[in-house]
């Protein structure tokens, strides 16, 4: 009975969802607006939060039972992990050569 | 009102104010320092939201993985790569952070408007909470094993090649000799190629 009452509980689904949609946009205003690219890679560790909020949020509420939202959570997890190792690395060697993190100057690709 | 209902209440305030401050202090602080710290911040609260929603194996893996894995990394790159400059100031930037902000409030506008007006089969079958873990550990060796494995390799490809981009000290020999070559003549010679010009 108990578990009932915090599954279905006293919060909205619609809560969560807003929670989520708003770190969302406020991760890709960041990582439009960052100069520093470490703070581009915080910005994308935000937006993937956020997602995660969502699966979990659905999960919890729509899929209890079969909980597949918590699984592609756990994936989602693993993937950020390995995409911030990645990114720090390019980050790292970025920097060895251009003496920069300012994005602005890492133009060489552009037109 | 019970107290329980008012004690999740209270908790899901205070938790998702802690997210959505925490997020805007990430993107908006000068320093970087302090975004890293509350990069952390947000991460363990984000868990604590999961606490809220039945997971507590997610809720251990985000805080084992993100605090302590993920922020842990990008608090190393800021000390490795912790220089003060001064950035170039760039014309439009004032009006690139407005019409940004504008197309990401009409993405806000736009996702709340969806969450709102979508008529969610609500309530779904009820969260089984504890056995949670166990069936999560189910899913990932029937039908989600492909995935998972497949999350195994992609995590030593990650690894061997986050290694392979960040070493300094590329061996390389000379092939005549079969000496090594002297790896400050290799980084010196490389440099003044890839400098920006423009600057100057």
């Known amino acids: 009975m108990n578990m009932i009452e915090t599954s279905t509980g006293t919060i909205p689904l619609q809560a969560y969802l807003l929670i989520a949609s708003l770190l969302f946009c406020i991760g890709v205003w960041g990582l439009i607006n960052s100069r520093n690219a470490v703070r581009v890679l915080m910005s994308i560790e935000l937006m993937l939060n956020a997602v995660n909020i969502n699966l979990m949020t659905f999960s919890s509420y729509i899929d209890g039972e079969l909980i597949r939202g918590q699984v592609f959570a756990v994936f989602v997890i693993t993937v950020a992990a390995a995409e911030a190792a990645v990114g720090l690395a390019i980050l790292l060697s970025l920097y060895r050569n251009r003496v920069t993190v300012d994005m602005e100057s890492f133009n060489l690709l552009r037109w | ?200």
């Open chain 2, 1 to 200: 009102m019970t107290i329980s209902t008012s004690t999740e209440l209270i908790c899901f305030g205070v938790l998702s104010s802690i997210v959505i401050l925490g997020s805007l202090g990430v993107v908006l602080l000068p320093n970087i320092v302090y975004s890293a710290f509350l990069l952390g911040g947000v991460f363990m609260a984000v868990a604590g939201l999961y606490l809220l929603l039945n997971a507590s194996f997610v809720a251990a893996a985000q805080v084992l993985v993100y605090v302590g894995a993920v922020n842990v990394l990008i608090l190393f790159a800021i000390m490795l790569v912790n220089k003060q400059e001064e950035l170039k100031p760039i014309k439009g930037l004032r009006l690139r952070k407005i019409f940004s902000g504008a197309v990401c409030a009409g993405l806000l506008a736009l996702l709340i408007r969806v969450d709102f007006t979508t008529p969610w089969v609500l309530p779904g079958p009820n969260a089984i909470g504890e056995e949670a873990t166990i069936r999560i550990g189910e899913h990932l060796f029937t039908d989600y094993l492909l995935p998972f494995e497949l999350a195994s390799v992609l995590l030593l490809m990650a690894m061997i090649g986050a290694i392979v981009l960040a070493r300094r000290d590329v061996l390389i020999s000379d092939i005549g000799t079969g000496n090594s070559v002297d790896q400050a003549l290799i980084e010196k010679s490389k440099t003044p190629l890839l400098i920006d010009k423009s600057s100057q």
